[in-house]
């Protein structure tokens, strides 16, 4: 059986720009491009995991967000495909869905799909859904600090169950 991460995008991966929609502003979060490749190195296939309700809002199309993820790559400039699968969730909150995190239909679809082990998966995000999305999967949930929560509002709104690590680099600093 494998292992692997699952990865918010916004927040995680890039700098977190409410509705991005143009590739221009794609801006990588300081560390991510050592952390995926170390990531990879240790054996842990790759997943990308991301509510877009932009797309439910009308603000932007799938179109534009598979600009940004292909800009997010370019930067990255690790082995292609760098993700294993993805899954981009365009509904708004208030819409009906499969997906959205916190889902952990996308994980568990995954986990099957790829016969990894979940004692050896994580989910990890910057927001509560991302951490919910993985103790609802039954994984381990990974909350950094380099998105919408500090350490200490994560402190304060931590669900049990729930890693709170620096960044991504922290996090797979961790792992062997």
């Known amino acids: 059986m494998s292992k ?5 995008r916004d927040g995680t991966i890039i700098v977190d720009k409410h509705y991005l929609a143009d590739p221009a502003g794609v801006e990588l979060i300081p560390g991510v491009r050592a952390a995926l490749q170390r990531a990879r190195q240790l054996g842990y296939k790759l997943f990308l995991f991301t509510n877009q309700s932009g797309i439910g809002r009308g603000l932007y199309t799938l179109d534009d967000v598979l600009l940004v993820n292909a800009r997010m790559e370019t930067l990255l400039a690790l082995a292609s495909p760098l993700f294993t699968e993805l899954c981009i969730a365009p509904e708004a909150p208030d819409q009906p869905s499969l997906y959205r995190k916190p889902s952990p239909r996308f994980i568990q679809e ?10 050896h998966c ?11 999305a ?8 990974i909350a950094i600090c380099t998105g ?19 960044d991504l680099a922290a996090f797979v600093a961790t792992l062997s």
């Open 122 to 132: 994580a989910m990890i995000g910057d927001r509560s859904s991302d951490a919910q």
């Open 134 to 141: 993985g103790l609802n999967a039954g994984i381990r949930s």
């Open 110 to 119: 995954m986990i099957a799909a790829h016969h990894l082990d979940p004692a």
């Open 4 to 8: 692997a991460l699952f990865l918010d």
């Open 148 to 166: 919408e929560h500090t350490a200490e509002t994560w402190r304060q709104h931590a669900l049990p169950g729930v890693e709170i690590h620096a």
